[in-house]
């Protein structure tokens, strides 16, 4: 499937069947076993990616490259950082404006749109936290490989790893689709990325965070 087809999925699913979902997630709000697990699960991926760029980001520009409710564009303007933080979803970027503190706002830049626009311009450090998980490989390298001309320093992001569970899930989504259903993931083996992205630069696996139903892996791109 093309890039753009699987983004018009993905931006459809946000921005009009999951908004409500994925704002009560990313909130304080009381949730489901099941759902705390991924909440659980996204905060410790978050704090493994941050991880990995300085903590003092002053004068550092940032890519948060599908934001959605922008937590980690707000803690890397915490750290200093200037951030354009773009969401393809309009409903996720006004959720992400209101919960902006005032002291904050002026240091990242929201935007609704396709991550790899190339007018977004010149970056540090990319983000893209669990932005990439419903496209598959060649799709992936693609994407990668084009944030990859962007920053300065590295491409930070994630992707479903293959695990026996996943794939279960993978082939349930596609045998049994229902309207409500996010897109489905698209399980990723590392090696065959690092394959496919090397002759644009070195792909690190970083960990992996399981966390109940979320699991996910948390890999660094260097062009």
């Known amino acids: 499937m093309a890039y753009d087809q699987t983004l018009d999925r993905v931006a459809n699913y946000f921005d009009k069947t999951a908004t409500k979902t994925w704002e009560q997630l990313t909130s304080d709000a009381p949730l489901s076993k099941i759902r705390q697990t991924v909440r659980e699960g996204r905060d410790q991926m978050r704090a493994l990616l941050l991880s990995r760029v300085p903590a003092d980001l002053s004068g550092a520009r940032i890519l948060d490259a599908g934001c959605g409710t922008g937590m980690l564009s707000q803690i890397a ?22 919960r902006t503190p005032a002291d904050l706002q002026s240091q990242i830049t929201y935007s609704s749109g396709d991550m790899l626009d190339p007018n977004l311009g010149q970056f540090d450090y ?11 490989q060649s799709e992936i390298t693609k994407a990668v490989s084009a944030l990859g001309q962007r920053p300065s320093q590295k491409v930070l992001f994630t992707v479903a790893p293959w695990t026996p569970l996943l794939q279960v899930m993978w082939y349930t989504g596609k045998l049994f689709p229902r ?31 399981r966390s109940g139903f979320y699991i996910s892996q948390a890999l660094e791109f260097s062009p």
């Not at 303007?77 to 209101?98: F, K, M, N, Q, T």
Request: proline letters at 5%.
């Open 77 to 98: 303007a915490e750290r200093g950082a200037e951030v354009v933080a773009i969401d393809i979803s309009p409903s996720l970027i006004e959720i992400a404006r209101r």
């Open 126 to 136: 990319v983000f893209a936290m669990d932005s990439l998980i419903y496209y598959d």
């Open 179 to 209: 309207r409500d259903r996010s897109p489905v993931m698209r399980p990723q083996r590392v090696h065959a990325l690092a394959d496919q992205l090397q002759t644009h630069g070195n792909l690190d696996d970083i960990g992996r965070i």
